[in-house]
Structures are given as C-alpha cells and as structure tokens.
C-alpha cells in the first residue's frame, strides 16, 4: 500500500511525529550493540518512555472525546481511512475472511473470527497506528502499553445478541483495556450495533452479578451506531454486547485491544507474526507490537 493514505492526520503522524524518535532508537542500538544485556534492557526502557510521552503530547483527539470515553466509557470518532482506501481494506478483508484457516480462524456461536490480520498485508496497519487511538489509549491505560490483539470478526446474520460482558474486569491483574471496533459495515440496531452501558466501567460488579437476563435490553443502554469506518473506542471494563442481527447479512468489523506493556497479550505477535509482517514494519510499529521485548 502506498506511504499517502489521503488522511491528513495520519499523513503528518508519518512523516513528522515519529521520525526523530526513530533515528534514536537506530543510534542507540549501535551505541549498545556490544554492551551488556542490562544496559540494552535500559536503553529499551528509555525508547519506550520516548514514544509514550509522544503519543500523550498529541492533540489529534479531541478533549471532548477525551472527557467523553473517560467519564461514560466509550466514544464514536471518525476512523483513519479515506473512501478509497476503505474500500481497498474492506476488499482485503474479505479476501482474508475467504482464505483464513488454522488455529487462528474461528467460527464460533454467532460471529466468523481471523485472529493473525496483520500477517496478510500493511492494508490493515492504519488502523492501530491511527493517532486519535493512540492517544485515547495513553489517556486510558496511563503508562506504556503495546496491542494486545487485532481481528476481523463477522457477526453473521441472524444472530441473537450478545451477553452484556466486560472484556476485563476492573480489578484484573492485566487491567486497564483499552478496546476500539472499526466499522467495515455499517452498525444499526437491526444489524447488531453494540450497545454499551455508559459509566458501567466504574463499577464494581458485572453483569452477570446483578441481572438475571444478560441477553435482554438494559435500561439506559446506548448503542454505538455509525456508517462504514466509524471508530468506537471504549474502556474494556465497560458493559457492552452486540445487539442481535436481524438481517439477511454478516455485519463486518476489525477490532482490538491495547494493554500495558507488561502485562499478558491475547495474540503473541512477536512469536507469530509471519516473517515477511514483521520485516514491512517500521521502528514505532515494532514497540507497539512489543516485537523486541524479550518479555513478551
């Protein structure tokens, strides 16, 4: 894919944001290339500090939608591609969809899953590079962090909806989460829009704890409907489920989840992400991946 996506912010973030943190991290590798593990170990640690302030310096998101995902829990953005370039990534989705097998293609009840998206083209890149993301999840997690898992998920038609659910807990070991949801179709109520329940991520039980029908309609649940490259960015201790997909048709999206930089990841990128993925990507997508941490 070419380096111009069309979108301006993502253009800039590019070219300029990272590049000078880049060319220290390829100094700083020759500096320490015949030092000891410990201080390789440190200079890493520095880099990663390098990248996170970067990204907390930003202001592609705006402070409403800071408040917004910070005091209700999730927030709807504009997504990082153009017209163009969406339809090339939904294209590639469903080349990807059509061809997936092995351990990281499921089908489960009610929705069609490729977990190892990134190993089929730079066309998905974009999407966890966005910069508005980024930031929201420097402001959610707090610290350096790394994405945990990124997939294509189908919900199928016909579908019932989904269990309210947190995708973790408030009080885990590996918490906060920050989750996003790029819309490759349209989400309406009738097609299984996910519905969130604002400020849930506050609380201190689940859903599972207080209702006796997780699958029925809560009062004062908001549905997170937009056209096609609409973003959802959420807390992943909020309560939230797909509602059912009443439709002849699947109900398309790439999603995914960022976590501190030591804690567990859903997918291990840096053990399994095919050769020809890890060569394509730059110095700012390989921390994001933790690629070069030992301790992933």
Request: a negative charge; glycine letters at 6%.
């Amino acid at each position: 894919m070419s380096q111009t996506s069309q979108n301006p912010v993502l253009d800039n973030f590019r070219s300029a944001d990272y590049s000078g943190i880049d060319e220290i991290i390829r100094k700083r590798r020759r500096v320490f290339q015949d030092q000891s593990v410990e201080m390789i170990s440190i200079c890493y640690a520095d880099l990663v500090d390098d990248y996170f302030q970067q990204i907390r310096s930003g202001s592609t998101l705006p402070s409403q939608s800071v408040r917004q995902l910070v005091e209700s829990g999730f927030v709807i953005i504009p997504g990082p591609t153009s017209s163009d370039l969406f339809n090339e990534l939904t294209a590639a989705y469903d080349e990807v969809m059509a061809l997936a097998s092995g351990p990281d293609f499921r089908i489960a009840s009610a929705t069609t899953r490729m977990s190892d998206l990134l190993s089929y083209g730079p066309v998905f890149d974009d999407i966890y590079l966005y910069p508005p993301l980024l930031e929201a999840c420097s402001r959610i997690v707090g610290e350096p962090f790394k994405l945990s898992s990124f997939l294509a998920r189908t919900l199928r038609a016909g579908m019932p909806a989904q269990e309210l659910h947190t995708d973790l807990p408030r009080d885990s070991e590996d918490a906060p989460l920050l989750g996003f949801i790029l819309m490759i179709d349209s989400f309406r109520e009738e097609n299984g829009a996910t519905r969130f329940v604002p400020t849930s991520h506050n609380w201190t039980d689940l859903p599972r704890d207080r209702l006796a029908d997780t699958r029925a309609r809560y009062s004062g649940e908001v549905l997170g409907c937009g056209d096609r490259g609409t973003m959802i960015i959420f807390n992943g201790a909020i309560w939230h489920g797909h509602t059912a997909n009443v439709t002849p048709d699947g109900r398309r999206s790439i999603q995914g989840y960022f976590v501190r930089q030591n804690a567990r990841s859903g997918f291990d990128f840096r053990n399994r992400l095919l050769p020809a993925a890890r060569t394509r990507m730059s110095p700012f997508a390989r921390y994001l991946l933790a690629l070069d941490d030992e301790a992933q």
